[in-house]
């Protein structure tokens, strides 16, 4: 069965920069999202990609900071986040979509990572 791993998370200053990456153990014909989940919150879309990489989508509160990009000869997804702010601390999953596209919920996502823990200090 396909697997993802994140990888990429850590502490960093408010306006810094983090790249994650998700790492999927075969080849990957779908969309990919990433989520988030802070403490005490429901988990959050934050930025969906279709199978080809031409189509993506992001929360109202990354645009413009947040770019996902995927690269299917290594199979892997990335998230790179700039201008990162204290409120974006939580952690972070990406999950395989079942199908080329993605969604903005959780719905239709039947495959998930175990997080990445991204630390924003103000």
């Known amino acids: 069965q396909l697997q993802v791993v994140e990888s990429g998370g850590g502490l960093v200053q408010a306006g810094g920069s983090l790249r994650l990456s998700c790492a999927a153990s075969g080849r990957i014909f779908t969309g990919i999202g990433w989520f988030r989940q802070a403490p005490g919150k429901e988990r959050e879309f934050v930025a969906g990609?279709?199978?080809?990489?031409?189509?993506?989508d992001y929360a109202d509160s990354v645009k413009g900071r947040f770019t996902i990009s995927r690269d299917n000869a290594k199979n892997t997804v990335y998230l790179q986040m700039n201008s990162l702010k204290p409120e974006d601390t939580a952690v972070y999953y990406c999950a395989v979509y079942s199908s080329a596209g993605y969604s903005t919920t959780t719905r239709g996502y039947n495959t998930w990572g175990q997080g990445t823990q991204v630390t924003v200090s103000s």
């Open positions: 990609i279709n199978w080809t990489g031409r189509s993506s």
